[in-house]
């Protein structure tokens, strides 16, 4: 349990922040280009704090800082350095403004820029703040769009108010009466799905799986491990909301390749799962490594259905086939984030998706399948994990939008703000445990062979030894008399 609470994981929190090179091109209709830099690396430190321990449940907070690494950064990755975003405040106000009887807050548009420039450090954990805000909010029908439509924070960032905080109140299961269940999700927030407003099924809105640190042990290679991600939110049906799986540290034992396990990531507010993708070798030690696969990020398939929520916004050709989903590889995470920021999840380089999604932004990598994935490697203790991800703003040039600014020319897009490469490794102490016990248990097993057939084969020269003797004695002159062996008597005779 003290393992669980104080994980001794060397976490490195990595990001990789894209600036917009062409904001007025993209204005005037063009493809958005952007520039990569990073990574900003940050050292992330997690601690478990138990509230209670009761009837097999452990009810708990899982406090999460992050630590800026200047030497696991690059040469010039300062938190100082500026960069050019897309303007998430001015987005708000265009959908506002496409909104029947809000037509009026498209007259804010002309007093904003539809990108800013922002410092590193203030788009990720300090925040900035928007420079036409507050004028815009002391004009009187704005100010009400400002508290009801916008309710915008102090400061504005990708991870504001995340740092030394929890996600909420989890209860799951401790495994003693059933390891099967190690780790498993009950309530979240005193909840066993995820808010109504976030998906349209009661299965999206499950709460499964566990929350990323505990797995059930002896996993076969063909299970699915559901993962609860919150700030995934997943969301609009019954199924889509429902809160399955494990926390994400505790895993049941005995895992096979055929299992799906399911963890709940708070920070995507919903269900993921993982599969069996293939046997590895971490650092000497066996495992099984499970894999997000393209399937989670698909709303044509049953299973999610409700993970999609209706939209009329527009940005691909291939868009509107199935309920107005967006295409394979992307998920909105609006509706549970506060004030529905124009968020869109994805992995890096737009992984999973349609060579239409790829190919609508300058300036990203090709997708690498081997890097730009989730993985898990499971011994059944944790040994690796590798969360990959990447953060898009939408650009939505809004719904007939001509006066006082003509949108109509601007080009809908996907913009990616950054990508983050989470990686969670074993500590060395525990790792040689297990090497420890592993090739213990391997060096007696082969010492043992080794024995039980060296004595076999001690008792087949012996007994030839003992036939050829006999029948040399038997042969010999009757004057050399040898006692014979007394018979062999079972025990007990």
């Known amino acids: 349990m003290d393992k669980w609470m104080h994980p001794s994981y060397e976490i490195l929190f990595k990001v990789y922040v894209y600036s917009v090179k062409n904001p007025d091109e993209i204005m005037a209709g063009e493809i958005p280009e952007v520039k990569g830099s990073g990574p900003y690396t940050f050292t992330k430190n997690i601690t478990n704090k138990v509230l209670s321990h009761e009837n097999g449940v452990v009810k708990f907070k899982r406090y999460v800082s ?40 498209a007259t804010t548009l002309v007093s904003q820029t539809a990108f800013l420039e922002v410092e590193v450090g203030e788009f990720l954990f300090d925040g900035y703040k928007d420079p036409f805000l507050d004028k815009i909010c002391e004009i009187p029908f704005m100010n009400f769009v400002c508290d009801s439509i916008l309710d915008v924070p102090d400061r504005i960032g990708i991870f504001v108010e995340t740092n ?57 290679k063909s299970d699915r491990i559901y993962i609860f991600i919150s700030q995934l939110c997943r969301w609009s049906s019954l199924n889509a909301r429902l809160i399955r799986g494990t926390e994400g540290m505790l895993f049941r034992p005995f895992l096979k390749k055929s299992d799906r396990i399911y963890i709940f990531i708070s920070q995507l507010c919903r269900s993921v799962w993982l599969e069996f993708h293939s046997e590895v070798n971490y650092e000497g030690v066996p495992a099984y490594r499970f894999v997000l696969p393209p399937e989670v990020l698909d709303p ?24 107005y989903c967006f295409p394979k590889g992307l998920l909105e995470i609006s509706r549970c984030q506060r004030s ?43 040994l690796r994990a590798q969360r990959r991800s990447q953060v898009n703003i939408e650009m939505w040039k809004g719904r007939d ?18 990508i983050i490469h989470e990686d969670a490794t074993i500590d060395e102490a525990t790792l040689n445990t297990i090497k420890y016990d592993l090739l213990q248990t391997e060096w007696w097993a082969h010492a043992i062979t080794m024995t039980m057939a060296g004595a076999g084969f001690l008792i087949l020269i012996l007994t030839i030894a ?22 062999y008597e079972p025990r007990g005779n």
């Open 401 to 418: 939008i001509v006066f006082p600014v003509n949108m109509n020319k601007t080009r809908s897009s996907i913009i990616p703000a950054l």
């Open 164 to 220: 030394n905080t929890n996600d909420g109140i989890y209860e799951i299961s401790d495994g003693v009466e059933n390891p099967d269940e190690l780790g498993k999700i009950y309530t979240w927030n005193g909840k066993k799905s995820v808010d109504f407003s976030w998906w349209s099924s009661l299965n999206a809105r499950l709460i499964r799986g566990t929350e990323g640190m505990l797995f059930r042990p002896f996993l076969k």
């Open 300 to 323: 044509t398939i049953p299973e999610n259905e409700g993970f999609c929520n209706p939209t009329d916004k527009k940005f691909f050709d291939s868009q509107n086939e199935t309920d």
């Open 66 to 105: 992050y630590v800026f690494n200047e030497t696991e950064s690059c040469q010039t990755c300062i938190l100082g350095n500026r960069i050019w975003i897309p303007n998430m405040i001015y987005q708000k106000f265009v959908e506002a403004a496409s909104t029947t009887g809000m037509r009026a807050a």
């Open 466 to 487: 003992f036939v050829v003797f006999k029948t040399y004695i038997s042969r010999g002159p009757n004057t050399n008399t040898v006692s014979s062996l007394p018979a």
């Open 340 to 382: 529905q920021p124009p968020i869109m999840i994805s992995l890096p380089n737009f992984n999973y998706a349609p060579d239409e999604v790829r190919e609508s932004v300058k300036g990203l990598n090709k997708t690498d399948p081997e890097r730009d994935i989730i993985l898990v490697d499971i011994e059944p203790a944790i």
